[in-house]
């Protein structure tokens, strides 16, 4: 006599793919979507290398501050990369599948470099915190070998938090449909085409991105509370304003990558709604990476003086 577990495991098939529903089945959609997504695809490669080669090339940029930004805009091309492409691909083709293999890769990388970027912003509103709280002891504080420290943390932590979460999942059993709700591999729609039942997978995935999420942000929030103490301590507005700009782009782009990635992994597996999700996904994703560059350009004026200089003496050369 079989048991209930015994029976589910039997009638399960291994996936050989996926489909990918992507974010709409219509097609007079899909050329629209695609042509969209590929500007963006190069406005990011773009942008986030063009911060890159500044933050080399320029001396004057050559500071913790634009180490750890250099760290964020070569992690928002890998980020970037590893799903818009195929999602691309899928629009243009059509054909909306990818490998169990393919999948499991996705999901890891996808869930690397997501985590890394938690820590590496939390590496950054440390920097920022330094900076305006303990200026005198900043170039002690954030030497070379802290800063290079805390980067390889930053890229190790992903590196586990997503070893922990692919394992979990893609040792489960699929049985069922093969088709996820969603424009790539992510976890919560994969979770749902799994055999029998996945509570305690579903209960350590959400206590591991609990600990992976959280922690960092937590971080943020003490270094943040620092900065606006010693912000509020200043007694001129003008000072205080300036003190604020140097910091005012990293919150922005915090906020909008926490924003949507804390509704997604942190809310109750009750109110789970797979359009809202995918949806909300495009925010951490796509419009993090792309936001990123034009905000460190837009709103800071060493960038933007350091382009010029590179311009000039270009045109000059």
């Known amino acids: 006599m079989l048991t209930k577990k015994e029976n589910i495991l039997q009638n399960s098939t291994t996936l050989a793919e996926f489909i990918l529903l992507g974010l709409s089945d219509e097609p007079n959609l899909q050329?629209?979507?695609?042509?969209?997504?590929?500007?963006?695809?190069?406005?990011?490669?773009?942008?986030?290398l063009i911060i890159i080669l500044l933050t080399l090339v320029d001396p004057a940029l050559h500071t913790p501050m634009y180490f750890f930004l250099r760290n964020l805009s070569f992690l928002e091309i890998c980020y970037t990369s590893v799903n818009v492409p195929k999602m691309l691909e899928n629009l243009l083709s059509g054909s909306k599948s990818i490998s169990f293999l393919?999948?499991?890769?996705?999901?890891?990388?996808?869930?690397?470099?997501?985590?890394s970027?938690?820590?590496?912003?939390?590496?950054?509103?440390?920097?920022?915190?330094?900076?305006?709280?303990?200026?005198?002891?900043?170039?002690?504080?954030?030497?070379?070998?802290?800063?290079?420290?805390?980067a390889v943390a930053s890229w190790l932590s992903g590196f586990f938090m997503s070893f922990s979460h692919t394992s979990?999942?893609?040792?489960?059993?699929?049985?069922?449909?093969?088709?996820?709700?969603?424009?790539?591999?992510?976890?919560?729609p994969l979770l749902k085409l799994a055999c029998g039942d996945t509570s305690r997978t579903?209960?350590?995935?959400?206590?591991?991105?609990?600990?992976?999420?959280?922690?960092?942000?937590?971080?943020?929030?003490?270094?943040?509370?620092?900065?606006?103490?010693?912000?509020?301590?200043?007694?001129s507005s003008e000072g205080r304003k300036k003190t604020f700009s140097t910091c005012s782009?990293?919150?922005?782009?915090?906020?909008?990558?926490?924003?949507?990635?804390?509704?997604?992994?942190?809310?109750?597996?009750?109110?789970?709604?797979?359009?809202?999700d995918k949806?909300?996904?495009?925010?951490?994703?796509?419009?993090?990476?792309?936001?990123?560059p034009i905000i460190y350009s837009f709103r800071n004026k060493e960038v933007k003086g350091a382009f010029k200089r590179i311009w000039v003496r270009k045109a000059f050369a």
């Open 168 to 188: 979990m999942v893609f040792t489960m059993a699929f049985c069922g449909s093969n088709e996820i709700n969603h424009f790539f591999c992510d976890i919560p």
């Open 117 to 150: 970027e938690c820590f590496l912003l939390a590496s950054m509103a440390y920097d920022r915190y330094v900076a305006i709280c303990k200026p005198l002891h900043y170039p002690v504080l954030m030497n070379r070998k802290v800063c290079m420290g805390l």
């Open 31 to 48: 050329s629209i979507l695609f042509s969209t997504f590929l500007v963006i695809y190069v406005i990011i490669l773009a942008g986030n």
């Open 102 to 115: 393919g999948c499991a890769l996705q999901t890891y990388f996808t869930f690397f470099l997501g985590g």
């Open 279 to 292: 949806y909300l996904s495009l925010f951490y994703t796509v419009f993090s990476p792309i936001f990123n």
């Open 202 to 235: 579903e209960m350590a995935v959400f206590v591991v991105a609990m600990i992976f999420i959280t922690f960092p942000f937590l971080l943020i929030l003490l270094s943040y509370a620092g900065i606006i103490a010693t912000i509020l301590g200043i007694s």
């Open 249 to 276: 782009s990293h919150l922005i782009v915090v906020t909008l990558f926490y924003g949507s990635g804390c509704i997604i992994y942190l809310k109750p597996n009750s109110v789970y709604s797979p359009t809202t």
